[in-house]
């Protein structure tokens, strides 16, 4: 599974921004598609996630203010962020939880990261 990120950049606090996430795959089923980030020096977490049942996880810390959405036909994830804060600077990160149908088995594929800076 290839993943392409693309709408980082930089935003003033209390802006917006989209981040878009196409995944191209072939013997591949996608399971779920979502976002992380990973601020300098902290671990890679969680920003939101959607099943293939169309559920989406959020973090606590963004919760009402990023708005995941996927749209299966093309299989694109976005994010949609509002209400940016300077603690939201970070690298995000395209994530898929993929199975390989022809050993049946499930792995995680990375996006390469855009960069989501917020000036206070």
């Known amino acids: 599974v290839q993943l392409q990120a693309s709408g980082g950049g930089l935003v003033q606090a209390g802006g917006s921004l989209r981040l878009s996430c196409a995944a191209s795959?072939?013997?591949?089923?996608?399971?779920?598609l979502g976002w992380y980030r990973q601020a300098p020096g902290e671990e890679r977490e969680l920003v939101a996630d959607i099943t293939a049942g169309r559920n989406t996880v959020y973090a606590d810390s963004v919760k009402g203010r990023f708005t995941a959405s996927r749209d299966g036909a093309k299989n694109t994830v976005y994010l949609q962020m509002n209400s940016l804060k300077p603690e939201d600077t970070a690298v995000y990160f395209c994530?898929?939880?993929?199975?390989?149908?022809?050993?049946?088995?499930?792995?995680?594929?990375w996006g390469q990261g855009t960069q989501v800076t917020v000036s206070s």
């Open positions: 795959e072939s013997s591949f089923i996608i399971s779920s």
């Open positions: 994530h898929a939880r993929a199975m390989e149908m022809t050993t049946m088995t499930f792995n995680d594929y």
